[in-house]
């Protein structure tokens, strides 16, 4: 049988150490088996702020996919055409929604207004939409006006590995994530910065380049908190360097304020590890009770009483780990979000008008 071609138009790097980019690579590579061709179509990397060159390279790009050519349109790019350049585009579209856009922390008003508008508009010309969490399926349908019949949800999938074994000493928090504002790390440090007088050490595993001026502020605050001997920005690691960063982990964090899934969350529940997370988005149901202290995105008083509690209390640190490492077992596989992906490339085709979406 020959496979159904599918044209992803992505901006930017594939290789991206990122979530979206992870989820994105991942179901290429496995959509051959479920009978999807795809092909990557590289958008412009300035997304989700591009300048009228890149807008303009972009309107061409999308302009000749053709009529009828099934085309997945990630978000990041997607979320921010505007009007004119999305009708035009005579492909059928599959919007890929990791996260609305205008929820990014760090935007100005009139930014994160123009980018809400935005996104809005593009999906409802959009014949399907496909996000990664229940969550961001509510939000769509709340204030994007996405009807409920148009929304797939396709959760990213988690590789079943060994669990953590742990420093062996000093316990070491790991959080891993691009350094923006978004992931809440400002609030990480003031949190440690409450308790200084308990044994840690954090590495921050995520690249610093998205967002140079928060960096900035960033080791600012650290170095004033009189923590650089205890905070590790690692930078951005390959795979196999933060899956030694996660084997050698005591306990995971994260302080963001908005997630629209969370694969490191359940990246850590993999390794069996307890954490303290915040409720930001889709974070409170990535996240098993029974498995995490949860507080409040932006809390940074909340987030020192949590990490102070896991810090001072081995057993239940224990206790959270084996929640975890059980709930993992649970977790949703890649070859899940890519047949769920086929399905409805399959459907929106018009090749098989008989199988169901969703």
Request: proline share 6%; with cysteine.
């Amino acid at each position: 049988m020959t496979a159904l071609r599918a044209v992803f138009a992505i901006p930017g790097d594939l290789a991206t150490r990122t979530g979206g980019y992870i989820y994105d690579s991942r179901v290429m590579e496995l959509l051959p088996e479920c009978g999807i061709e795809p092909v990557h179509l590289r958008l412009p990397a300035s997304f989700p702020f591009p300048d009228e060159a890149d807008l303009t390279a972009t309107q061409d790009a999308l302009s000749a996919v053709p009529a009828g050519q099934v085309l997945v349109a990630d978000g990041l790019a997607y979320g921010a055409l505007p009007a004119a350049l999305t009708q035009a585009i005579r492909a059928r579209i599959i919007a890929l929604c990791h996260h609305p856009l205008g929820l990014e922390a760090g935007l100005g008003d009139a930014q994160r207004a123009h980018l809400i508008e935005t996104e809005r508009q593009a999906l409802s010309v959009a014949a399907h939409v496909i996000v990664t969490s229940a969550t961001t399926a509510r939000t769509l349908i709340a204030d994007f006006a996405v009807p409920k019949s148009k929304i797939t949800i396709a959760e990213p999938g988690t590789d079943r590995t060994t669990r953590a074994h742990g420093s062996g000493g000093s316990p070491v928090i790991l959080a891993v994530g691009s350094i923006v504002p978004r992931k809440g790390y400002d609030v990480l440090v003031s949190a440690l910065s409450e308790i200084p007088d308990l044994d840690w050490r954090l590495v921050i595993a995520g690249s610093p380049d998205r967002a140079p001026g928060y960096v900035a502020a960033l080791r600012e605050q650290i170095a004033s908190a009189g923590l650089a001997g205890r905070i590790n920005l690692a930078g951005e690691v390959d795979e196999e360097e933060v899956a030694r960063l996660y084997d050698g982990a005591d306990i995971f964090t994260s302080a963001s304020h908005y997630e629209g899934y969370g694969m490191v969350l359940s990246e850590a529940l993999a390794r069996g590890l307890p954490m303290v997370v915040t409720t930001g988005g889709a974070a409170a149901q990535t996240v098993p009770d029974a498995a995490a202290v949860k507080v409040p995105p932006g809390d940074a008083t909340a987030l020192a009483q949590g990490l102070r509690t896991l810090l001072s209390d081995e057993p239940l640190r224990r206790k959270l780990g084996e929640k975890a490492w059980a709930a993992a077992r649970h977790l949703p596989r890649w070859e899940d979000a890519a047949e769920a992906i086929a399905r409805v490339i399959r459907a929106v085709s018009g090749k098989h008008h008989s199988e169901k979406i969703g």
